[in-house]
């Protein structure tokens, strides 16, 4: 299975964009959904994650207000709001899902996209 992701590209800080993702196949028992994001000389750091089967959220301290993670469960879809986007935004972009048995996760991660934010 492979994560498809999408809607990266070049904004002026202020402005928002939306970032989208889904498997190229059916999945089944997903756990969780999540973006993490990764900028030159950091490590991959986690965005926002949501529950698969809950609306259970969680953010970054640096992104908490102004990203919002949502999901459409029929499409097994994962979605990242990002307004109000600041340089320090800019980096790949990767979406995660974990799926299986709650004790054997297995992660699943999509290709990276780029958000670069301009001052």
């Known amino acids: 299975v492979q994560l498809q992701a999408s809607g990266g590209g070049l904004v002026q800080a202020g402005e928002s964009l939306t970032l989208s993702c889904a498997p190229s196949t059916t999945m089944f028992n997903i756990h969780d959904m999540a973006w993490h994001r990764q900028a030159p000389g950091n490590q991959r750091e986690l965005v926002a994650r949501?529950?698969?089967?809950?609306?259970?959220?969680d953010y970054a301290d640096s992104v908490r207000g102004r990203f919002t993670i949502s999901k459409d469960n029929g499409k097994n879809t994962v979605y990242l709001r990002m307004s109000s986007l600041r340089p320090g935004d800019s980096a790949v972009y990767y979406c995660?899902?974990?799926?299986?048995?709650?004790?054997?996760?297995?992660?699943?991660w999509g290709q990276g996209t780029q958000v670069t934010v301009s001052s």
């Open positions: 949501i529950s698969r089967d809950e609306d259970n959220t």
């Open positions: 995660n899902f974990r799926a299986g048995p709650v004790w054997y996760l297995k992660d699943y």
